[in-house]
């Protein structure tokens, strides 16, 4: 079997979903597999090594990267977002990924891969201008979460919920007002937000807040909800996301109700596993729907959760094992 390392951007959600369980899949399959952020220099040192490099585009990793190409190292570079697309509210990002510079060297590392894997179809078009050999490989679940009961309130309580990071204020820039107006007019619901405090401003006796959670398997564990909801702008930047929140709920059985944007349309099964909002007043429609009709609410969930079985780091390690050894 071959030796392959991951070489992950961060230690949260990117890096777990896109090297961390990758290489759990992998190992699983008969590989010898590591990650880290720091290349260990028996790694740099093995010319057999596999090398799937996760969005370098920095200066020092950029030298190394292109050194390794240089010596005919075969590596893969793994991108999850459309960085060339990037939102201006999310200033950080923005700014760092718009410096020509840095545009300059996530082409050039593209470029010298055997390979790039993405999430979804609309990445892979963007990366095929620089790199013909892309492959799709959409985000995959632990295994375990399909087992695993979220604590919700059995005490009459009906929670909504959302989680993620401080990258998403376009998106609950258009959700917020009609979410809140949902709560104001359906006593017996709360709403959980889970990393970033967008709901500010609600009132406190129906609201929770958990700070961000960096370690993902902890984050699953904290998802509480009855009723998922995942606000995405149509925005060119969105286009090209993958509908992890959706999986992560169905995973867990929980219905979800997201914005009939691109990734969520591509994954959600309008009215059998969650509901697609294509309008502000569909966001308190289908939520009350929810809310009201247990029934619907453990058969949306238990199909969303039938739904997950299919993408699961067990069913998708063939395909990263396809796309990282060919």
């Given at each position: 079997?071959?030796?392959i390392?991951?070489?992950p951007?961060d230690?949260?959600?990117?890096?777990?979903?896109?090297?961390q369980l990758p290489?759990?899949?992998?190992?699983?399959?008969?590989?010898t597999?590591?990650?880290?952020?720091?290349m260990?220099?028996?790694?740099r040192?093995?010319?057999d090594?596999?090398i799937?490099?996760?969005?370098?585009?920095?200066?020092?990793?950029?030298?190394?990267?292109?050194?390794l190409?240089?010596?005919g190292?075969?590596?893969?570079?793994?991108i999850?977002?459309?960085?060339?697309?990037?939102?201006?509210?999310?200033a950080?990002?923005?700014k760092?990924?718009?410096?020509?510079?840095v545009?300059?060297r996530?082409?050039r590392?593209?470029?010298?891969?055997?390979?790039v894997?993405v999430?979804?179809?609309?990445l892979?078009?963007?990366?095929?201008?620089w790199n013909?050999?892309?492959?799709?490989?959409?985000?995959?679940?632990?295994?375990w979460?399909?087992?695993h009961?979220?604590?919700?309130r059995d005490?009459?309580?009906l929670?909504?919920?959302?989680?993620?990071?401080?990258?998403?204020q376009?998106?609950?820039?258009?959700?917020?007002?009609?979410?809140r107006q949902?709560?104001?007019?359906?006593?017996g619901?709360?709403?959980?937000i889970i990393?970033?405090?967008?709901?500010?401003?609600?009132?406190?006796?129906r609201?929770?807040f958990?700070?961000?959670?960096p370690?993902?398997?902890?984050?699953?564990k904290?998802?509480?909800?009855?009723?998922?909801?995942?606000p995405?702008?149509?925005?060119?930047?969105?286009?090209?996301?993958?509908a992890i929140?959706?999986l992560?709920?169905g995973?867990?059985?929980?219905?979800v109700?997201?914005?009939?944007?691109?990734?969520?349309?591509d994954?959600i099964q309008h009215?059998?596993?969650g509901?697609l909002?294509?309008?502000?007043?569909?966001w308190g429609?289908?939520?009350?729907a929810l809310?009201?009709?247990?029934d619907?609410r453990q058969?949306m969930?238990a199909?969303?959760r039938?739904?997950?079985?299919?993408?699961t780091?067990?069913?998708?390690a063939p395909?990263?094992?396809?796309?990282?050894?060919?």
């Amino acid at each position: 079997m071959t030796e392959i390392f991951g070489w992950p951007a961060d230690e949260t959600g990117c890096g777990y979903y896109r090297i961390q369980l990758p290489m759990q899949g992998l190992a699983a399959l008969g590989h010898t597999t590591s990650y880290a952020q720091r290349m260990p220099v028996a790694v740099r040192e093995n010319p057999d090594t596999i090398i799937v490099g996760q969005r370098i585009a920095t200066e020092g990793p950029t030298e190394l990267w292109q050194n390794l190409a240089a010596e005919g190292r075969h590596l893969v570079y793994e991108i999850d977002d459309d960085l060339w697309n990037i939102d201006a509210s999310n200033a950080r990002a923005h700014k760092f990924f718009n410096d020509p510079d840095v545009q300059q060297r996530l082409i050039r590392n593209i470029q010298v891969a055997a390979a790039v894997t993405v999430t979804t179809a609309p990445l892979a078009e963007q990366v095929a201008r620089w790199n013909p050999n892309v492959h799709i490989v959409p985000n995959a679940v632990p295994d375990w979460l399909l087992d695993h009961q979220p604590p919700q309130r059995d005490d009459g309580t009906l929670t909504i919920g959302w989680g993620g990071s401080a990258t998403h204020q376009m998106d609950w820039d258009q959700a917020a007002g009609p979410v809140r107006q949902f709560l104001r007019r359906n006593p017996g619901t709360e709403i959980h937000i889970i990393g970033t405090p967008y709901m500010t401003g609600t009132d406190p006796t129906r609201s929770r807040f958990t700070p961000w959670v960096p370690d993902v398997e902890t984050w699953l564990k904290t998802i509480d909800y009855h009723i998922g909801i995942a606000p995405l702008r149509p925005h060119i930047f969105n286009q090209a996301k993958s509908a992890i929140k959706a999986l992560e709920a169905g995973a867990l059985g929980i219905p979800v109700v997201a914005s009939a944007v691109r990734p969520y349309e591509d994954h959600i099964q309008h009215g059998v596993t969650g509901f697609l909002v294509r309008r502000d007043h569909e966001w308190g429609r289908h939520l009350r729907a929810l809310t009201h009709d247990h029934d619907m609410r453990q058969a949306m969930g238990a199909a969303a959760r039938e739904q997950a079985r299919q993408h699961t780091i067990t069913a998708l390690a063939p395909a990263w094992e396809k796309a990282i050894l060919r």
